[in-house]
C-alpha cells in the first residue's frame, strides 16, 4: 500500500503564493510518476501539473507560466510552487502517483486533498 501525505494549501490573497509538498511512503518499488490534480466546487477534477522521475514536466495551460512542479526521487516528494494566484485557482489539490510495488505490480494512489483558497 502506498500512502500520499500533502502540505502546504491555506487561504491567500489574489497575487500571492503558495507551495503544495506531497510525499509518498509505504510499499514502493519505484516512483515513475507524480502530480497535482485540482477539483473545484462543482466541477470535474483536472490535471495541473504532473513531473515524471526523468524529469519531464507538463501544465495545464491554465496554470503555465504561474506555476512549477519539481521533484525529489530519493524522497518521492513532489512540490507545486503557485505564483501570481487567481481566484479561479481556488480549488482542492490532490496528489497523485504512478509507479510500481514491485518490478510486476504498478500502483496509483490518491492523496487526501489540500485547500487552497484564492480572495480576490
Known amino acids: 500500500q502506498v500512502r500520499l501525505v500533502e502540505s502546504g494549501g491555506g487561504l491567500v490573497q489574489a497575487g500571492g503564493s503558495l507551495r503544495l509538498s506531497c510525499t509518498a511512503s509505504?510499499?514502493?518499488?519505484?516512483?515513475?510518476?507524480m502530480g497535482w490534480y485540482r477539483q473545484a466546487p462543482g466541477k470535474q477534477r483536472e490535471l495541473a501539473a504532473t513531473?515524471?522521475?526523468?524529469?519531464?514536466?507538463n501544465y495545464a495551460d491554465t496554470v503555465k507560466g504561474r506555476f512549477t512542479i519539481s521533484g525529489d526521487n530519493a524522497r518521492n516528494t513532489v512540490y507545486l510552487q503557485m505564483n501570481s494566484l487567481k481566484a479561479e485557482d481556488t480549488a482542492v489539490y490532490y496528489c497523485?502517483?504512478?509507479?510500481?510495488?514491485?518490478?510486476?505490480?504498478?500502483?496509483?494512489?490518491w492523496g487526501q486533498g489540500t485547500q487552497v483558497t484564492v480572495s480576490s
Open positions: 497523485n502517483a504512478l509507479g510500481r510495488t514491485t518490478r510486476l505490480s504498478t500502483f496509483e494512489s
Open positions: 509505504g510499499s514502493i518499488f519505484s516512483v515513475d510518476a
Open positions: 513531473f515524471t522521475s526523468g524529469g519531464t514536466t
